[in-house]
């Protein structure tokens, strides 16, 4: 009687066992449906994981995108302005520390005239030269990766405050703009969006457009970040290559410093450690880390918008957002503009990111 008990009780805990991991199975495929499974790559390895088949897509800046696409790794899923139509993308940004009103200057001038530059189609052919030796991409890639990016001598302040609202209506942020000390949001970003500089540039060129600020004395030094490999970026490279940085007094390798970075969250920390006066980086990480660190910097410039696009893996059946579910997608850090558009594709498709 006791061994017929024990046998009962035996099945009986096995019929529960296999109950319940049906259950979490269930669980775990129902979860897994609504969810977009996120992974950190740096940017130069994304291409080599889609083709690999260790990621079903990734998001990136251009000319990354370009260069999977044309290489026949990948197929661009969805372009960043399809989500969000001319959303801001990277900026020019100095430490609040640096107030040489000359300096920002020269800094803001050198940009507006790159992007004037870049901006020109008689300077078409040249443009490409410098974005292949920029970025190291062949002329195929670039020529792709530029029909995709627009270049801005400062961000729209209308949709740059969607990163704040968005951020906080998404719990990304901790703090908010009384928590820093200001009155109001409108408060915060009169000091955030610092667009005099811009503006008086802009005046003197107005009324000469061959207007140069007054060279800086070489003991002015500059020490300016930008992200790798990064096309959004390209005013950067331009305005030393065109002499515009010399003219303005900021002379490289003597009183002007280039520091490269792999993404905007990594250009932040090097703000907050003191190790730069001036970088182009995301707005998504500037809004963040400017909030929830505190970490004291301007936007003084801009330099484009969209230009980051989701691609999949050419032989992918994936045709939509939606279908990225259960799927693994890298970004280039939680933080950047890449992941914020990403989170927000998502949300438009009913999906939610979840970082590995």
């Not at 991991?21 to 979860?31: E, P, T, V």
């Not at 992007?115 to 020529?143: C, H, M, W």
């Not at 908010?176 to 955030?192: E, H, M, P, R, V």
């Not at 969006?193 to 009324?207: G, I, N, R, T, W």
Request: glycine share 6%; net charge neutral.
């Amino acid at each position: 009687m006791l061994k017929r008990i024990c046998i009962i009780v035996a099945f009986f805990l096995l019929f529960m066992v296999g109950t319940v991991g049906c259950s979490l199975d269930k669980q775990s495929s129902a979860q897994s449906s609504n969810q977009i499974f996120v992974v950190q790559v740096a940017p130069p390895s994304m291409q080599t994981q889609l083709k690999a088949k260790e990621i079903d897509a990734f998001i990136a800046w251009e000319p990354f995108n370009a260069a999977a696409v044309k290489s026949g790794a990948g197929r661009y899923l969805v372009q960043s302005g399809q989500t969000w139509p001319n959303h801001p993308c990277c900026v020019l940004a100095a430490a609040s520390s640096l107030t040489d009103q000359n300096v920002l200057q020269a800094l803001v001038w050198a940009n507006v005239k790159a992007i004037d530059f870049i901006s020109n189609p008689a300077n078409r052919n040249k443009l490409e030269t410098y974005a292949e030796q920029f970025t190291g991409q062949s002329p195929q890639v670039v020529q792709e990766a530029l029909q995709h990016i627009q270049y801005v001598e400062y961000p729209n302040a209308t949709e740059f405050t969607r990163f704040y609202d968005d951020m906080l209506g998404n719990h990304l942020l901790t703090r908010t703009s009384a928590d820093l000390g200001f009155a109001n949001n409108q408060a915060f970003f009169a000091n955030f969006m610092y667009k005099s500089v811009y503006d008086e540039v802009k005046s003197h060129l107005a009324q000469d457009p061959d207007w140069v600020p007054a060279p800086l004395p070489q003991s002015a030094k500059v020490r300016l970040g930008h992200l790798s490999q990064d096309l959004h970026e390209l005013a950067q490279f331009v305005a030393e290559r065109e002499g515009y940085y010399q003219k303005a007094g900021l002379i490289p390798g003597v009183n002007l410093t280039d520091r490269v970075y792999p993404n905007g969250v990594a250009a932040m920390q090097a703000f907050q450690n003191g190790e730069i006066d001036a970088s182009y980086l995301g707005g998504a990480p500037a809004t963040l880390k400017r909030v929830n660190d505190n970490i004291g910097i301007r936007i003084i410039g801009g330099a484009n918008a969209e230009g980051s696009a989701i691609v999949v893996q050419s032989d992918s059946s994936i045709t939509t957002v939606k279908e990225l579910a259960g799927k693994t997608v890298a970004v280039p850090a939680v933080g950047t503009i890449q992941y914020f558009i990403l989170g927000q594709a998502a949300r438009q498709a009913g999906l939610k990111l979840v970082i590995k």
